[in-house]
């Protein structure tokens, strides 16, 4: 192993120690051994050779690729040294996405497989959502039970700032059907060259003892001709688990447009 003064680049030192216990479900674990060598163990304790060395066979991290989520971690090894870990998911705070889709004309975008206990907290990505219908606002459904069922009752409630070039405004309501992405006063120009964009956050969808909260910001072409900007906070009022979330407009298909779903690492 080569210390950290004569690295070229020190981001950091190895030191040498002995095997390290097995590291959890879907991770691996390198660390340098007293012979100055590095080796893994993945989560069913089996040690692997994965550098011989300066100049030998094997100069790399062969971290098998089965175990490799997103993130190569530095952390400490509990007995005075460092360790890699390749963490399942990243790090708290990564990013890992769950579920996409892209329309092509598309009633809706209905997303049911990227909620569980793994994560609480989960962003949403609307990149270019064009209606094909002008006029219209674009809203967002919970949904729940085995299906999911989509809740179009009045258990919504929203509250937004809005800016344009000419001004700026307050807006929202309670006992909504949905939760409006966009404001029902500035509806949404049929415009291709801008669409919808923006970010939304869902926090525990899945809490039995509390309602589930989304904060975003949105921009979109408004069909007064005006650029548009969005913050926006609402809640589904339901202690109901929530298993998916509908995309619309509130008339007219989705004509192009793709939303992701990340969660993000506890």
Same mark, same amino acid.
């Given at each position: 192993?080569?210390?950290?003064?004569?690295?070229?680049?020190?981001?950091?030192?190895?030191?040498?120690?002995?095997?390290?216990?097995?590291?959890?479900?879907?991770?691996?674990?390198?660390?340098?051994?007293?012979? %100055?060598?590095?080796?893994?163990?993945?989560?069913?304790?089996?040690?692997?050779?994965?550098?011989?060395?300066?100049?030998?066979?094997?100069?790399?991290?062969?971290?098998?690729t089965a175990e490799m989520d997103d993130t190569l971690v530095l952390a400490p090894d509990g007995a005075g040294g460092v360790e890699f870990r390749a963490e399942a998911g990243g790090g708290g705070g990564a990013l890992v996405l769950l579920e996409q889709h892209t329309a092509a004309t598309a009633a809706t975008l209905d997303f049911s497989t990227f909620i569980s206990s793994t994560y609480d907290t989960y962003v949403i990505e609307i990149v270019r959502i064009?209606?094909?219908?002008?006029?219209?606002?674009?809203?967002?459904?919970? %949904?729940?039970?085995? %299906?999911?069922?989509?809740?179009?009752?009045?258990?919504?409630?929203?509250?937004?700032?809005?800016?344009?070039?000419?001004?700026?405004?307050?807006?929202?309501?309670?006992?909504?059907?949905?939760? &409006?992405?966009? &404001?029902?006063?500035?509806?949404?120009?049929?415009?291709?060259?801008?669409?919808?964009? %923006?970010?939304?956050?869902?926090?525990?969808?899945?809490?039995?003892?509390?309602?589930?909260p989304v904060m975003g910001q949105i921009f979109y072409w408004n069909n007064a001709n005006k650029v548009e900007g969005l913050v926006l906070s609402g809640v589904y009022q339901s202690l109901t688990a929530v298993t998916g979330i509908r995309f619309l407009f509130s008339t007219g298909n989705i004509a192009v447009g793709t939303i992701r779903i990340y969660g993000m690492t506890k």
């Open positions: 192993m080569t210390k950290a003064s004569d690295n070229v680049f020190p981001r950091f030192l190895v030191s040498e120690g002995g095997s390290t216990a097995t590291p959890a479900a879907d991770s691996v674990t390198v660390y340098a051994k007293a012979d %100055g060598l590095l080796y893994s163990k993945d989560d069913a304790g089996t040690e692997t050779l994965v550098s011989s060395g300066p100049g030998g066979a094997s100069d790399i991290l062969d971290i098998p064009v209606p094909d219908t002008d006029n219209v606002n674009f809203v967002m459904l919970m %949904g729940t039970g085995a %299906g999911p069922t989509w809740d179009t009752g009045a258990n919504y409630a929203v509250s937004n700032y809005r800016w344009i070039s000419g001004g700026s405004a307050f807006g929202g309501g309670i006992n909504l059907n949905s939760i &409006n992405v966009t &404001n029902t006063s500035d509806t949404v120009d049929i415009s291709g060259y801008y669409g919808i964009q %923006g970010r939304i956050t869902l926090y525990d969808p899945q809490a039995a003892a509390a309602y589930k």
